[in-house]
Nanobody
Framework: QAQLMESGGGSVRAGGSLRLSCPAS????????MGWFRQAPGKEREGVAA???????TYVDSVQGRFTVSKDSAKKILYLDMNSLKPEDTARYYC???????????????????WGPGTQVTVSS
């Protein structure tokens, strides 16, 4: 059974950097999109970044230019490099595998069907 497991979260000061990793225990053919999402207390889960099988990337506006999503397909690892972190980036971060409906990899929670348990990122001012 394919499983995703995030790591790399932690506590940093504003302006700092973190690298999140998400290795897959196995790979699903249905994972045409791999994405990173986050959820802060009291807020809905939101899409942060996604990457398709051709390495085309998508980002939410709030992280554009600061975060970079990438993957090592041979090692089955998804990454999220986060730079210039802000307190508003504080959330639990999840990686997910999902479908590509022909419109590119979108940041819609409903289009991802396999999720990791998440890793906490806390940014202090």
């Amino acid at each position: 059974q394919a499983q995703l497991m995030e790591s790399g979260g932690g506590s940093v000061r504003a302006g700092g950097s973190l690298r999140l990793s998400c290795p897959a225990s196995a790979y699903r053919d249905s994972w045409k999109c791999m994405g990173w999402f986050r959820q802060a207390p009291g807020k809905e889960r939101e899409g942060v970044a996604a990457i398709d099988n051709g390495a085309k990337t998508t980002y939410v506006d709030s992280v554009q230019g600061r975060f970079t999503v990438s993957k090592d397909s041979a090692k089955k690892i998804l990454y999220l490099d986060m730079n210039s972190l802000k307190p508003e980036d504080t959330a639990r971060y999840y990686c997910a595998g999902g479908m590509n409906y022909g419109l590119g990899c979108r940041l819609r929670v409903s289009e991802y069907h396999d999720w990791g348990p998440g890793t906490q990122v806390t940014v202090s001012s």
